[in-house]
């Protein structure tokens, strides 16, 4: 009986170790692989880091407190004050003129996006962007050729960087 109540402890004491030798195995191999799942981080592209720091500029310069806007009064100047004039810079447009061509219909085929420019360079204003397959219509095309000038479903309109689009029939 001794004999029989020996290979019953062993038995049980065996498929034990065995059941926590496997769940400690699975537990580490769920962790491991849990933390693998998660997609890496959005790559930032040097002309987003420059934005990102005008931003951030701005934010800082903006006063956190809120601010109730009150109508102004009027206000009169003197005739000896001078009024500051700006100086006329040609803006991106009047370097690179838009030529309109009949409108159709492209898909994005650059595969991580586009950003949508609010003038065609590459140092204007980014309005946002583009994912890959989204569909825009083309409404116009720089001087130069390097850039699109496109609409997209919600009215919103900007310039994208030629070459990244393909027509769809």
């Known amino acids: 009986m001794k004999r029989l109540s020996g290979l019953l402890q ?10 926590i030798l496997v769940g400690g195995a699975t537990a580490v191999a769920y962790m491991l692989l849990s933390g693998m799942n998660s997609n890496p981080p959005k790559p930032v592209f040097t002309e987003e880091k420059k934005e990102e720091t005008k931003e951030e500029k701005a934010a800082k310069s903006i006063p956190t407190t809120p601010v109730q806007e009150q109508p102004q009064a009027e206000v009169k100047e ?5 009024t500051p004039k700006a100086s006329p810079k040609p803006s991106p447009e009047e370097t690179k003129r838009e030529t309109k061509s009949e409108g159709y219909q492209a898909r994005v085929t650059w595969q991580s996006g586009l950003s949508l420019r609010s003038e065609p360079t590459s140092e204007s204003t980014r309005l946002g962007g583009l994912d890959y397959n989204t569909k825009v219509s083309v409404v116009g095309t720089s001087s130069d050729g390097q850039w699109h000038r496109v609409r997209l479903s919600d009215g919103r309109e900007g310039w994208i960087k030629a070459g990244n689009i393909s027509r769809v029939e």
């Open 10 to 19: 062993f038995m049980v004491g065996f498929v034990m170790g065995v059941a």
């Open 78 to 82: 003197s005739p000896n004050t001078p």
